[in-house]
C-alpha cells in the first residue's frame, strides 16, 4: 500500500507530458446519471494518447475533428487539464469530468497514505496491523474506482 501511494505521489508531483494539436478521434454521447428522474450525460473524448470526459455543460468547447492541447500525468495518463483554441471559449485549459484523484477526491489517497504509515509503523500491535490492513484494502479499493471509473 505504501508503494501504491508513492506511486500515487510520484504520479502527482512528476511534471505532466504536454501533447499539443492532438486530433479529437471520437466524441461520444454517454449518460452518467444514476436515475431516470435525473438525466445527465457527458462526453467521452478520445484522441491519439488520451481519454477523458468533459460534462454536457463544456460540450461545446470540443467538438469532432478539433485539435485540443492535452497534459497527462506521466506516470498513470491521467488527464489534468485540457485546452481547445478553437473553442468558442476561448483557449484556457480547464479540468476534463475524469482526473478526480488529483482534485476534489485527493483525500482517499491521502488518508490510504495515513492508515499504511499506521499499519507499518514499529512496534504496532497485530490487531493494530490487522484493522489497519483490512482498512487499508478497502480504501485501495476505492482508490482505485475513483482512478478508473470516476
Keep these: 500500500m505504501l508503494a501504491f501511494c508513492l506511486l500515487l505521489a510520484l504520479d502527482w508531483a512528476l511534471?505532466?507530458?504536454?501533447y499539443e494539436r492532438e486530433a479529437v478521434l471520437s466524441r461520444l454521447v454517454v449518460l452518467t446519471s444514476s436515475s431516470a428522474s435525473d438525466p445527465r450525460m457527458a462526453y467521452d473524448i478520445v484522441t491519439p494518447h488520451a481519454r477523458f470526459r468533459i460534462p454536457?455543460?463544456?460540450g461545446a468547447r470540443v467538438r469532432d475533428e478539433d485539435r485540443v492541447t492535452v497534459w497527462i500525468t506521466p506516470l498513470l495518463g491521467v488527464v489534468r487539464q485540457v485546452s481547445a483554441p478553437t473553442s468558442p471559449e476561448?483557449?484556457?485549459?480547464?479540468?476534463?469530468?475524469?482526473?478526480?484523484?488529483?482534485?476534489?477526491?485527493?483525500?482517499?489517497p491521502l488518508l490510504l497514505l495515513a492508515?499504511?504509515?499506521?499499519?507499518?509503523?514499529?512496534?504496532?500491535s497485530p490487531e493494530t496491523r490487522m484493522n489497519t490492513a483490512v482498512a487499508g484494502?478497502?480504501?485501495?479499493l476505492v482508490?482505485?474506482?475513483i482512478l478508473i471509473w470516476v
Design 90 to 108: 476561448g483557449a484556457t485549459p480547464f479540468r476534463p469530468a475524469n482526473g478526480t484523484i488529483y482534485g476534489p477526491f485527493a483525500l482517499a
Design 115 to 124: 492508515v499504511a504509515l499506521v499499519g507499518a509503523w514499529p512496534g504496532r
Design 143 to 145: 482508490t482505485l474506482g
Design 137 to 140: 484494502v478497502l480504501l485501495a
Design 56 to 58: 454536457s455543460e463544456q
Design 15 to 18: 511534471p505532466v507530458r504536454r
